[in-house]
């Protein structure tokens, strides 16, 4: 990345001991508290079991989260690359697959060209997909009674790309002053009726009845990251039915439920929210992010916020997460923010992607501050099952910190992200009293994303030999250097 801004962060694995982390924290007066030992993999908290109110078993902690490729095919079909990430995660050690990636409902609704597309032509390959989750998992640990399997069904909204790698097609539900002007749309691009989400909300049910024909146990209706379940939330000036009062803006979701109820019976739901959003950052002169107010220094568009860009507010939030408890929504899996606008909310990281800024504040606090949102949210409703994030830029120290949340109910599961392209067996290491394996240990320097930024797959280019000795490995050092 150019600029003059070079982070003097720390790198986590120069941290060697539990000390050297803690006095570090503590230097840097973030909030994050952590296990100095772990316990024995027998008596380990990440062993505890947990069995979900339909009588699901989940038998251990650990969670994949959902994570994308864009290496399927046009038409929607997984590819290799698809199936290899997706026996990564099989065989991870992990109880709880959070969705794998996510599932486009319908064409104009995907992220990329290459991002899988959930229809009637596509089942068969999501049958075996799911089929190879199964068969892998038992192969490894004999059994599959206890693992949970989800799909995250998605509508990208603002951010769909479904013809090309680099034109927006967009699909708003508002205009927002600093993101229109970001990626180019005019100040009267048309937004999606009324009717347009009618239909849509028919198509997710739709998503929703095959996905439980191809075995999946539950659906992710993902309402995070800025893409169009999140923008509803935030649609705050909104007329019409879906917008304005926070009735209007969650009854695209209500909707979406009550359909799947009553066309897919007995199908398990969860919701990935963004549990706070924060006004979008650019880089600033050096290329260290600072807060865009190019709009005026109200932000009014955050679903989560208090009105001043970079402060949260959880009532909302709170009222989402007692509207699914009421719904019969267990399952719920807590992340913040957008990749694509302020991505140091939710993905923590020293090295940012092509597309992205220097962290503006030292990582660790962006692992706490999602921690410690988990956290409230959890003590907030204890009959949820909740799912945290943030955890793989703690590297090293990534087990010490999980352990420490799950011995105090900060959340119920530890979610794994980037971690798991380039450290797939991390859970299995620490089921089972291993070592981490240092060398395969993520250290952000986020090629997974910068990537896909740039039209290719993803991956964990460093670590990964399948994705080191690729061709487009030495286009993506090209892409970097040029940044």
């Known amino acids: 990345m150019s600029g003059k801004f070079k982070p003097k962060y720390t790198r986590v694995a120069q941290l060697k001991t539990a000390a050297d982390l803690r006095k570090y ?26 069995t979900l109110k339909s009588g699901k078993l989940i038998g251990n902690r650990f969670c994949i989260l ?8 046009e038409d929607g079909k997984p590819s290799e690359y698809t199936k290899r990430r997706w026996e990564n995660f099989a065989i991870s050690g992990a109880k709880l697959l959070w969705g794998c990636e996510a599932a486009a409902v319908r064409h104009d609704g995907r992220a990329n060209p290459n991002q899988l597309l959930i229809n009637e032509a596509n089942l068969p390959e999501f049958e075996e997909l799911f089929q190879l989750v199964m068969s892998k998992h038992a192969e490894k640990f004999g059994n599959t009674d206890d693992l949970v399997v989800g799909l995250q069904l998605t509508h990208s909204g603002r951010f769909c ?7 927006f097609e967009s699909k708003i539900l508002y205009n927002h002053p600093i993101l229109d002007k970001k990626y180019h749309l005019a100040e009267n691009y048309p937004l999606m009726t009324d009717e347009d989400i009618d ?9 929703a009845v095959l996905a439980q024909k191809a075995g999946f146990h539950f659906v992710d209706l993902k309402h995070c990251h800025g893409y169009l379940g999140h923008e509803f939330l935030s649609s705050f000036n909104r007329d019409g039915k879906y917008g304005g009062s926070f009735e209007n803006r969650t009854r695209f979701l209500r909707n979406i439920v009550e359909g799947i109820k009553r066309e897919a019976p007995g199908l398990e739901m969860g919701i990935r929210l963004s549990a706070f959003d924060w006004v979008p950052f650019k880089k600033d002169s050096e290329g260290q992010g600072e807060p865009d107010y190019s709009a005026g220094e109200k932000y009014n568009y955050a679903f989560g916020g208090t009105g001043q860009g970079t402060t949260i507010d959880l009532e909302e939030p709170k009222a989402f997460l007692a509207l699914a408890q009421k719904l019969g929504i267990q399952l719920i899996c807590i ?49 949820l099952v909740i799912v945290g994030s943030a955890y793989s830029y703690a590297q090293d120290w990534l087990p010490n910190v999980g352990q420490y949340v ?21 859970p299995d290491d620490v089921l089972n009293n291993r070592p981490m394996q240092r060398k395969l240990i993520c250290r952000t320097f986020s090629d997974c994303t910068t990537a896909p930024r740039n039209g290719l ?3 964990c280019f460093p670590l990964d030999p399948l994705y080191k000795n690729l061709d487009i490995a030495d286009k993506l050092k090209q892409i970097k250097e040029q940044v």
């Open 25 to 50: 924290l503590e230097d840097g007066q973030v909030d994050l508290n952590f296990d100095d030992e772990l316990v024995d993999a027998a008596e380990s908290p990440y062993a505890q079991t947990l």
């Open 66 to 73: 959902p994570m994308e490729g864009w290496d399927g095919t």
């Open 161 to 167: 790309k479904p013809n090309s790698h680099t034109k």
């Open 199 to 207: 239909g849509l909300v028919e198509d997710f049910v739709k998503a």
């Open 335 to 383: 992340t913040v923010g957008s990749p694509y606008y302020n991505p140091h909310l939710m993905r923590p990281a020293t090295f940012p992607p092509s597309d992205g800024y220097y962290p503006p504040e030292e990582p660790f606090l962006g692992v706490a501050r999602q921690i410690n949102v988990t956290n409230e949210l959890k003590q907030a409703f204890p009959d």
């Open 406 to 426: 799950l011995r105090n109910n900060m959340a119920d599961f530890v979610g794994l992200g980037r971690m798991v392209l380039s450290y797939p067996t991390l």
């Open 457 to 459: 797959i993803s991956g």
